[in-house]
């Protein structure tokens, strides 16, 4: 794609980025094909391509408007466009550019301004988080439907956690929301990996990944988190531990990006061994496979049930980690039955479920459908987003994939 950056951004480093990526684009419109919200309203402008035109009429110096950003609101980041496009379009971080250049251009005001503030605040601190869904259970009765779906009925609890007692040793980010919403994910990658021979730690001075920050448009308080986050782990690969293991697949995929949206700060080197040596829970048990098959025994496909696997946005498109999860769990005696459109997202992508609930609950309706079409007794996935977001449309079960191998192992 031709492009005649305006003075303003031409030497920035914003600028020189998006340029590069925006010349990779060869306008094929192959993106279309797998974007949700394309799908969904049939507007160029609310599909890949589109949205392309858009920051690149930015970029240049053109007019921004409230309906430039409305169309930059409405993408998931979901990066399937990523996936399809042949010649490797990096659209998701393109998006992060024009986005927090729009914002500049077009400041919020009013509720949505708030709103967001909000999000920023109270997503992100897990004590506050915990706080307010503890005031929501109370309230649940009380709250809107489109609420109540995100607040479980009973506060969920953590099963044991195996105290450290292995030579070998990772890292564990507890994330943000996750240990209010799912406590028992992490101590079942705990238990899983206690098996296995490695101990499962956390680093109590870090905290959220800082992708809820970065992609509302606070991309100097989403660095912050992620210095943080750093700083805590840095000391403890240096004593021994093999890396920082992900359950969430959205921290890993943010996290696994730190070497290149801190490369020009003063923890820039170790950034990037950070986002080097973090590595996807089923990445782990991946290497660690024999001795789980043999830790689980002989299985009968099947015998353990007839699941349907979700896999994230952020895990098949984002890290591009595809069939792992599904091979682990047909291993561990889990029959996995087929869902149409596996590529797509189910709605939840962060805070957008929050920001733009009616496609939001559209995409999760479409999601829920192709989910249970097969009659699967459960629904697992890999991402808490996903998992809460898909619980409040569905009367199945839905959980996290490492809760079921660690099922599978006690059994």
Known sequence: ????????????????????????????????ATCP?????????????????????????????????????????????????PS???????????????????????????????????????GLFAAGLAIGRALRPLLPDALKGKVPASAPRAGHWPAPRHTRRMIALAGCVQPALAPDINAAAARVLDKLGIS?????????????????????????????????????LDQGCEGVVMTAS????????????????????????????????????????????????????????????HPPCTLQHGQKIRGVVESLLTAAGYELVPVQDSHLCCGSAGTYSLLQPELSERLRANKVAALSAAGPQLIASANIGCISHIAGGTQLPVRHWIELIDAALAA
């Not at 109590?204 to 700083?231: I, K, M």
């Not at 061994?273 to 043999?294: G, H, K, N």
Request: hydrophobic fraction near 35%.
């Open 1 to 32: 794609m031709q492009t005649n950056i305006a003075p303003e951004f031409k030497n920035t480093r914003h600028g020189r980025e998006a340029e590069q990526i925006l010349r990779t684009c060869v306008h094929c419109g192959f993106c279309t």
């Open 250 to 309: 959205g921290c890993g995929a943010f996290v696994r990006d730190y070497g290149h949206i801190l490369e020009d700060d003063a923890c820039a080197g170790a950034s990037a061994r950070i986002a080097l040596e973090t590595f996807d829970l089923s990445e782990v048990l991946a290497r660690e496979r024999e001795a789980l098959i043999a830790l689980l025994g002989s299985r009968k496909p099947g015998s353990r049930g007839r699941i349907a696997f």
């Open 88 to 126: 490797g379009v990096r659209y998701g971080r393109l998006v992060d550019i024009g986005r927090e250049l729009v914002e500049k251009r077009v400041p919020r005001s009013g509720t949505e301004k708030y709103k967001r503030v909000l999000l920023r605040e109270g997503l992100t601190r897990t």
């Open 37 to 85: 919200t394309y799908q969904l309203l049939g507007d160029e402008l609310d599909g890949p391509r589109g949205r392309i035109y858009l920051m690149k009429q930015l970029l240049e110096g053109a007019e921004v408007t409230e309906k430039t950003r409305l169309h930059l609101d409405r993408c998931l980041t979901c990066r399937s466009c990523e996936s399809t496009c």
């Open 200 to 236: 499962l730690i956390e680093a109590p001075a870090a905290g959220c990944c800082g992708a809820v920050r970065f992609h509302l448009n606070d991309h100097e308080g989403g660095l912050e988190d992620a210095r943080r986050n750093v700083t805590a782990w840095l000391p403890l």
